[in-house]
């Protein structure tokens, strides 16, 4: 068998399956399936596979700019890059992401709360629009998940959402300090890279 015809059948198998889920599956997701499917190929190997296909994964980030200048009261920068902590809810970090799916914008509220110790999602919510709702309902689950006055620093960009006073007034009742980054730096993105790659692959 000549070198052209070697991937014959896998390709066709790769192709079936990323049309089965509607082009949802990245090269990892795809892996699993095939190796369910008995082809036992590395990811690396479907990669290049999909690649000379055509075949890429419909889930894309895009970049969101979510600031529209002062609309409210700004932060002070308390994280000041230092992503590290030391226990869980002592920091945490949230972000607003906006995805391109399938055609149509989804809104994911992306660090969507990420826990800097565990790098954990503590939540997150999913619109089709930026709203304001989409942030509250996200610390709605998030605070229910933890006691009154941990001290715990909730850090974000300085995003119209962050600056809101409802969202600033559920912040100081339950006892979290607010922390921005500088105009035009992402709060969240050396830190969502984790879920957007669970979301992607």
Known sequence: MN?????????AEITAIYHENKGRYGYRRITTEL??????????????????LGLVCRVRRKKYRS??????KIAPNLLNRDFRAEKPNQKWVTDVTEFSLFGEKLYLSLSPILDLCSSDLVSYTISDRPALTMVTTMLDEAFAKIP???NLILHSDQGWQYQHKQYQ?????????QSMSRKGKLSGQCCDRKFLRAAQK
Do not use: I, P, W
Not at 3 to 11: C, E, F, L, R
Not at 35 to 52: A, C, D, S
């Open 3 to 11: 070198s052209a015809d070697k991937y014959k059948a896998v390709k």
């Open 35 to 52: 190796h369910k499917r008995n082809f036992l190929l590395n990811h690396k190997t479907v990669q290049r596979l999909m690649k000379e």
């Open 67 to 72: 600031y529209k200048g002062e609309v409210g």
């Open 148 to 150: 009154a006055e941990t």
């Open 169 to 177: 007034q559920m912040l100081r009742e339950k006892g979290v300090r």
